[in-house]
């Protein structure tokens, strides 16, 4: 039956058309935004996993910020300390020098005065955003002993995330305390023999030989002072020690994060990311597809046409 109300050929290639420009459409949208699931109506699962995961990458970003500062911050009280033992070495130098009978002590004390001053001016300077590893106040209302470094950012199973940091004691790189003269080297001693109360480079009872004489209880007294600083020497090293691990587990961890940042951008491309030569080729065949619609529905319009012959 011929109608000129109900035109099935057209209806049917108007639905073919519609559906092809439809796809068209969407393909012209995977190739302008490169994403094959731009939005939740794409695909709502594959778009909640993407979101989640860029947040996540977004905050592993931060923790690779927070660990080159801690970097910074670690290799700052590191070169202090490293140079400290430097001018420790020195005044225990002088020291040993100022064995030696009928030498001017007097004169060796006012270098190490100076090597003394010297100490306090490189852990004072040890500074990197307002972080001092080495100078402390333990008094003070924002000091704490233990420094953590923000390393990593995880997300469990039941979707609770958690922060991990790197904890390091600084009691043990302390060189001075404001506070109570703990560190290494405000730590006060008292000679044995002379009962002379004495620090390394206190503020207050530096080492000071110049008083000493070439008697027993002097030159005991001088001997044990450097075995004082020996030890300090010691403790000093140890200190780098620790500070030279934390440095080189901070480095680690900087090269973990990239490469997870790198493999969660990896998998979220596997989900989302258009294939551009699939989507090229689905444009091309689309074109074509959509130009024979409309042709389809031009001839299928153009049928109704022939019922006017009907009538002439």
């Known amino acids: 039956?011929?109608?000129?109300?109900?035109?099935?050929?057209?209806?049917?290639?108007?639905?073919?058309?519609?559906?092809?420009?439809?796809?068209?459409?969407?393909?012209?949208?995977?190739?302008s935004t490169g994403y094959r699931v731009a939005d939740a109506s794409d695909n709502a699962a594959y778009w909640s996993i993407a979101t989640t995961m860029r947040s996540d990458t977004a905050a592993?970003?931060?923790?690779?910020?927070?660990?080159?500062?801690?970097?910074?911050?670690?290799?700052?009280?590191?070169?202090?300390?490293?140079?400290a033992i430097k001018v420790v070495d020195q005044i225990?130098?002088?020291?040993?020098?100022?064995?030696?009978?009928?030498?001017?002590?007097?004169?060796?004390?006012?270098?190490?005065?100076e090597l003394q001053a010297q100490l306090r001016g490189v852990a004072e300077s040890a500074t990197f955003s307002g972080?001092?590893?080495?100078?402390?106040?333990?008094?003070?209302?924002?000091?704490?002993?233990?420094?953590?470094?923000?390393?990593?950012?995880?997300?469990?199973?039941?979707?609770?995330?958690?922060?991990?940091?790197?904890?390091?004691?600084?009691?043990?790189?302390?060189?001075?305390?404001?506070?109570d003269q703990s560190g290494i080297l405000d730590?006060?001693?008292?000679?044995?023999?002379?009962?002379?109360?004495?620090?390394?480079?206190?503020?207050?009872?530096?080492?000071?030989?110049?008083?000493?004489?070439?008697?027993?209880?002097?030159?005991?007294?001088?001997?044990?002072?450097?075995?004082?600083?020996?030890?300090a020497i010691s403790s000093m090293t140890d200190a780098a020690t620790t500070l030279g691990a934390a440095k080189a587990r901070v480095g680690i961890q900087q090269d973990f994060v990239?490469?997870?940042?790198?493999?969660?951008?990896?998998?979220?491309g596997q989900l989302v990311d258009a294939d551009m030569n699939e989507e090229s080729t689905r444009l091309s065949a689309l074109q074509v597809k959509q130009q024979l619609g409309v042709q389809a529905l031009g001839i299928a319009n153009s049928s109704t046409q022939s019922i006017l012959g009907l009538f002439r």
């Open 1 to 31: 039956m011929s109608s000129i109300n109900t035109n099935v050929a057209a209806m049917t290639a108007l639905q073919t058309l519609t559906q092809t420009n439809k796809s068209l459409t969407e393909t012209q949208n995977r190739i």
């Open 60 to 83: 592993l970003s931060t923790v690779q910020d927070a660990l080159g500062l801690g970097a910074a911050t670690v290799d700052t009280a590191y070169t202090g300390l490293d140079s």
């Open 92 to 113: 225990k130098s002088k020291l040993v020098a100022a064995r030696q009978p009928g030498v001017d002590r007097g004169k060796i004390q006012t270098e190490i005065t």
């Open 131 to 179: 972080e001092n590893w080495l100078s402390v106040d333990s008094s003070g209302a924002n000091y704490n002993a233990t420094k953590s470094i923000v390393s990593s950012f995880s997300r469990a199973a039941d979707n609770t995330v958690s922060i991990g940091t790197i904890d390091l004691d600084i009691t043990s790189t302390e060189l001075f305390d404001a506070d």
């Open 187 to 231: 730590t006060e001693y008292t000679t044995t023999a002379g009962g002379t109360a004495y620090s390394i480079a206190g503020a207050t009872n530096g080492i000071d030989i110049s008083a000493l004489t070439d008697s027993d209880d002097d030159i005991a007294d001088l001997e044990e002072i450097i075995g004082v600083v020996d030890g």
């Open 258 to 268: 990239k490469g997870l940042m790198d493999a969660i951008n990896r998998g979220v």
